[in-house]
C-alpha cells in the first residue's frame, strides 16, 4: 500500500523563477492538502484540493497556486521565488474533501531552497 | 505566532515516560492529533483524539485531553532512543479538514 508520494526531493531555485512540486496521495485518498514549514516552525497550511478543484486555502498569496488532476495527484507552483519561500513543502492526503476527522498522511516533503 | 503551543525541548532517559504538553486556542476543534518528524522526513501520524474523549491509550502512546483547560498532552511509556524526533500537536477545527500546528517539541532521548 503506497503511502502519499513527492516528488522532487530537494530543488535549489533562484530567486524570480518558478518552481512546481508533485504528490501522489495514499491508495485509496482522493483529497490533497499542501503545507510549507519553514526551518524550526510547525506546517503552515496552504490550500486543499478535492474533486479537483481548490476548496479551502491558507493565508498565502497568489503567487502560489494548484492542481488536482483526475487520478488525485496534485502540483503546487510558485511562481516569482522570494527568499522567504526557501522551506520544506509537505503534501498530504485524506478521504472526503473536507470531512473532519479524516486523518492526514504526509509524504516526506519536498526540500525547497531559493538563493 | 502559533495559535497552538507547544514547549520547545524535552530531555528524557531511556526507559523513563516522557510527557509533550500542548495547548491550543480553539474550543470548537473536534480532533486533535499528534505528529512525529524525524531529521530529514516528512510527518507520521501517532494518534489523535475526538473531542468527546478525555483519553486514547494505543500501546505506549496516551493522550490525555481537558478540554476545560485546552490542553492536549501525550505520554510515551518506556521511552527508547528512536523515540528522539519533534513532535507536534495539531487542532483541526469545524470548518474543513485542515489542521493547525504547533511549533513543535523536540524529544532528546538520552541512554
Known amino acids: 500500500d503506497a503511502g502519499v508520494t513527492q516528488s522532487p526531493t530537494h530543488l535549489i531555485k533562484t530567486r524570480g523563477q518558478q518552481v512546481t512540486l508533485r504528490c501522489s496521495p495514499k491508495s485509496g485518498h482522493d483529497t490533497v492538502s499542501w503545507y510549507q514549514q519553514a526551518l524550526g516552525q510547525g506546517p503552515q497550511f496552504i490550500f486543499q484540493?478535492?474533486?479537483?478543484?481548490?476548496?479551502q486555502r491558507g493565508n498565502f498569496p497568489d503567487r502560489f497556486s494548484g492542481h488536482q488532476f483526475p487520478n488525485y495527484s496534485s502540483e503546487l507552483n510558485v511562481n516569482a521565488l522570494l527568499l522567504g519561500d526557501s522551506a520544506l513543502y509537505l503534501c498530504?492526503?485524506?478521504?472526503?474533501?473536507?470531512?473532519?476527522?479524516?486523518?492526514?498522511?504526509f509524504g516526506n516533503g519536498t526540500r525547497l531552497t531559493v538563493t | 505566532g502559533e495559535d497552538v503551543e507547544q514547549s520547545l525541548f524535552l530531555s528524557v532517559r531511556e526507559g523513563d515516560s516522557s510527557v509533550i504538553n500542548c495547548t491550543y486556542t480553539?474550543?470548537?476543534?473536534?480532533?486533535l492529533y499528534w505528529y512525529k518528524q524525524e531529521p530529514g522526513a516528512g510527518l507520521q501520524l501517532l494518534t489523535y483524539i475526538f473531542s468527546n474523549m478525555d483519553m486514547k491509550q494505543d500501546q505506549r502512546l496516551t493522550v490525555l485531553l481537558n478540554k476545560k483547560d485546552k490542553h492536549l498532552s501525550l505520554r510515551i511509556a518506556d521511552t527508547q532512543t528512536g523515540d528522539s524526533a519533534i513532535y507536534f500537536c495539531?487542532?483541526?477545527?469545524?470548518?474543513?479538514?485542515?489542521?493547525?500546528f504547533g511549533g513543535g517539541t523536540r524529544v532528546l532521548v538520552k541512554p
Open positions: 484540493y478535492y474533486e479537483e478543484e481548490e476548496r
Open positions: 498530504a492526503s485524506s478521504l472526503g474533501g473536507g470531512t473532519v476527522g479524516s486523518p492526514l498522511h
Open positions: 495539531a487542532e483541526n477545527r469545524a470548518a474543513g479538514n485542515k489542521l493547525t
Open positions: 480553539d474550543s470548537s476543534s473536534t480532533y
